[in-house]
């Protein structure tokens, strides 16, 4: 059976008369990795800073690792790591500093920790180089190897891959999957960049006016924005034969109507047409259907922004 | 709370504001006990003395006094490293880290004031107070140094140090609320001054004076050169309950507010 590690019920936090997240409830689970997925002020931010312990709920409990509470407590924070908006970071330091200066805070007692997570994010090179002086890039870098300094259970990382480069953004991902994979850590992850999630995430949380607008796993959203091929003949059952014989194995579906939908030929239509053809059946509709991950997304939230 | 001051240590031995202020500290003593020797051998005449007070422990303390609860309380919220602080130990042990190291800090300040007034009376030389601070009457009041006197300096120098800190740690609660350094360093500033006049004004109205005394803002508080052992201890207590009673307004003001 998973282990929750992570269930918020109702959770509530207002900012004046604005509800920047309105009575949110989610469970996370241990090894997972979940993408939360929202516009700008959909209420990202704001509910990791909740989980994190740095904002106070107006109403709403965080159960974190099993403990139920108004928020979470201290033993159970020192359980997380977070890189929240921006790094932590001392500019006039270098990042083997920073590292250090973390590593006391957190009361980790290995040392070797400090390099070992430099290699990890490929800034083990850095040298003397201030922090101040470091790219976008780098810094976000330094900032995960910050949040896994004391190599938390639950992995709250806020646009991570702000500022990375192509190459950059691949090894997070493989970062955060290995994370996952091999340490069972669960991560929460948001980001603008639907396609990277895509990638990225086991799991997907859709918030949208501070309300959770809908939870699916990978699976459901391949689902949901699979691209198919859409048939329509006048004669639906010599349509649904010809197919059969042409592609045994192309999970071809009767939809109410008759129509045809070919979830694995969505590229090719030409082929189908031929085939259809060949066999006297003639489609009076040939059409290529399904959401984009985009106007998926749009869907859910209710449409693009006025 | 032992793991973030650990942290706090580590970064003041890397990072500017603490180390630059105490060495301002060093050189405004060294240039101001010079000055004071100046001013009463006439190489300086009275008019001088207006310019020669800037370099006082009451001007520079009231002034890097705050800068410190800016650069160590307020900075952490913008560079948003409280967010590991929080993580880690909660926020209990962090208002009491930064309480503690604040505290210390600042009395840092006055110390090398102090340890002029040993160097200054140890050359025999005479001083002319530029403003009627503790240490500038210490200094000018002269005398041998002998055990018995030197050890009367170092106690007047720390009650005076932590008296001092007590006044400014209203900078604790309000660097916790603003969040903003250089806000909290001007705010801090005035009230180094406003906190003495008021402290003053109050002491006058009956009724009031025996509330005041039990501030570090009472007049009576601060240690002259014929304050006992019980006037210093009183002063130290007065002072440390009044900044632990500070800590305690910013853990009430900090343990529910938002951290960006």
């Known amino acids: 059976m998973s282990e929750t590690v992570l269930r918020t019920r109702d959770l509530t936090k207002h900012y004046g008369d604005h509800a920047a997240v309105h009575a949110m409830s989610i469970r996370l689970e241990r090894g997972r990795i979940y993408g939360l997925i929202g516009r700008n002020g959909a209420g990202k931010t704001t509910l990791m800073r909740l989980i994190a312990g740095l904002s106070i709920p107006n109403s709403g409990s965080i159960e974190l690792f099993g403990a139920d509470a108004e928020r979470p407590r201290t033993a159970d924070l020192a359980r997380i790591g977070t890189l929240i908006e921006s790094p932590s970071l001392h500019g006039g330091m270098t990042a083997r500093q920073n590292m250090h200066l973390h590593r006391l805070l957190r009361g980790v007692p290995d040392p070797r920790v400090e390099e070992r997570l430099l290699e990890l994010v490929g800034l083990a090179g850095t040298g003397r180089k201030k922090v101040r002086d470091f790219s976008l890039g780098m810094r976000q870098r330094l900032g995960i190897a910050l949040a896994l300094i004391a190599d938390p259970e639950l992995l709250i990382l806020d646009e991570p891959v702000n500022g990375l480069d192509p190459q950059g953004v691949v090894e997070v991902r493989r970062l955060v999957r290995s994370l996952a994979e091999e340490r069972g850590m669960t991560v929460l992850i948001s980001s603008h960049n639907l396609p990277e999630l895509f990638q990225t995430a086991t799991d997907y949380l859709i918030v949208e006016g501070g309300e959770l607008r809908m939870t699916l796993t990978l699976e459901e959203l391949e689902a949901q924005t699979q691209q198919y091929l859409e048939v329509a003949a006048a004669d639906p059952a010599a349509l649904l034969t010809a197919l059969e014989e042409a592609w045994p194995d192309a999970e071809a579906r009767v939809m109410p109507g008759g129509t045809v939908r070919l979830p694995h030929h969505a590229d090719r239509a030409e082929q189908v047409l031929r085939t259809l053809v060949a066999a006297d059946v003639w489609p009076t509709r040939l059409a290529r259907e399904g959401e984009s991950l985009e106007s998926f997304f749009l869907s859910v939230i209710g449409g693009e922004r006025a | ?260």
């Open chain 2, 1 to 260: 709370m032992i793991n973030q001051l650990r942290a706090d240590l580590y970064a003041i031995g890397r990072t500017g504001p603490v180390l630059i202020c105490l060495a301002v500290a060093v050189l405004a003593a060294a240039l101001y006990t010079v000055l004071q020797h100046s001013l009463a051998a006439g190489d300086l005449g009275p008019e001088a003395a207006s310019g020669v007070q800037v370099l006082s422990d009451a001007l520079m303390v009231s002034l890097m006094g705050p800068l410190l609860f800016g650069a160590l309380v307020a900075q952490p919220f913008e560079t948003t490293s409280v967010h590991n602080s929080l993580l880690a130990s909660g926020r209990g042990a962090f208002v009491g880290a930064k309480t503690v190291l604040t505290a210390a800090a600042v009395t840092a300040l006055s110390l090398p004031y102090g340890i002029a007034v040993l160097i200054g009376l140890a050359t025999e030389q005479e001083f002319a107070p530029a403003i009627p601070t503790a240490f500038s009457q210490l200094l000018a009041a002269g005398g041998g140094l002998d055990g018995g006197r030197v050890g009367e300096i170092l106690a007047i120098t720390a009650t005076m140090a932590v008296l001092t800190t007590a006044k400014l740690s209203v900078c604790l609660p309000l660097a916790f609320v603003l969040r903003r350094p250089l806000v909290v360093m001007a705010i801090g500033f005035v009230w180094g001054f406003l906190a003495d006049l008021i402290g003053s004004t109050a002491a006058d109205v009956e009724g009031l004076d025996a509330l005041v005394r039990l501030t570090p803002f009472a007049r009576d508080h601060v240690p002259g050169l014929d304050a006992t052992g019980g006037d210093l201890v009183g002063t130290l207590a007065v002072s440390l309950v009044f900044i632990a009673l500070m800590g305690l307004v910013s853990w009430l003001l900090f343990r529910r507010a938002d951290v960006k």
